[in-house]
């Protein structure tokens, strides 16, 4: 057989449910994710953003639905398995070890790695600081600065789908912009990448395709420039007439859809 083929999903998620205790984090949750997309879910506190990636990394397991790398059902796969398949996790808050140095929160990384682009040379390209500062303590690192070895780290994997949590959280504006602006170095690595940002336009512009969660629930789907502001806020905050109309002040607790 020959000819061109369509590729399909590299990552897919099929009706995931996960709960933690009595609740229900994810509610059947449906998504796609391309070869080389960067593929971003959006979503309030507590929508259940770090429980979609954590699952995908099989640090939660779900009550029901099925995780799809490259057409193998992962669904029952422990997490070191997953990375050896290709799914790094770049957690919520960094999660360093503070006391290791640079250079061994690196070493982690190479555990099981795969073979492919990234070695210590190539991610140091990316955050050229770094090489100088690798026998501090992770400790002793600004956020932004901890946040660029967490990705390295990640990166030392060879993933196939990098899963980054909320690269964004508690740092300045200027770090943010310089952390983001590896991202289209990854993809071009052939680096597939799964984000939560919280920063609705940082979002919007990094990614091929926005995925709003509403709790535990999606509430919008598109792509970035096919969405409008309203449309976003509506699927981000769950209220149903954002602009205009006076009245109503506290119907963001309504649960449409
Ligand atoms: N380990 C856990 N045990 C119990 N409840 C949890 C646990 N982790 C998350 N939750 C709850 O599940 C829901 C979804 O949490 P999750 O951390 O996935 O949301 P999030 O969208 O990442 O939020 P944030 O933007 O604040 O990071 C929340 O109500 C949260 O309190
Ligand atoms: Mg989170």
Request: aromatic share 4%; net charge neutral.
């Amino acid at each position: 057989m020959s000819g061109p083929e369509v590729a399909g999903p590299l990552l897919e998620v099929r009706e995931l449910t996960v709960y933690h205790g009595q609740l229900r984090a994810l509610d059947a949750i449906d998504l796609a994710v391309a070869p080389g997309e960067t593929y971003a879910i959006i979503g309030a506190n507590g929508a259940g953003k770090s429980t979609l990636l954590r699952t995908i990394a099989g640090l939660h397991h779900p009550r029901a639905g099925h995780i799809v790398l490259d057409g193998r059902d992962i669904t029952r796969e422990p997490p070191d398995r997953r990375l050896a398949g290709g799914i790094a996790l770049v957690p919520e808050g960094r999660r360093l070890f503070p006391s290791l140095t640079v250079e061994e929160n690196l070493l982690v990384g190479m555990h099981k790695a795969r073979t492919g682009p990234f070695d210590m040379q190539r991610v140091f390209d990316l955050f050229p600081w770094i090489p100088g500062r690798r026998k501090q303590r992770a400790s002793q690192l600004s956020g932004g600065e901890q946040q660029a070895v967490a990705i390295c780290r990640a990166l030392l994997a060879n993933p196939r789908v990098l899963l980054l949590d909320e690269l964004s959280l508690g740092l300045a504006p200027i770090v943010v912009r310089r952390i983001y602006e590896v991202l289209p170095a990854l993809v071009a690595e052939g680096v597939t990448v799964l984000l939560v940002e919280q920063d609705v336009a940082q979002a919007r512009q990094v990614a091929t395709r926005v995925h709003c969660l509403l709790e535990g629930r999606t509430s919008l789907t598109g792509r970035p420039d096919e969405l409008t502001a309203e449309q976003i806020e509506e699927a981000y905050f769950g209220v149903s007439s954002v602009s205009s109309r006076s009245s109503s002040p506290s119907s963001a607790a309504g649960t449409g859809g």
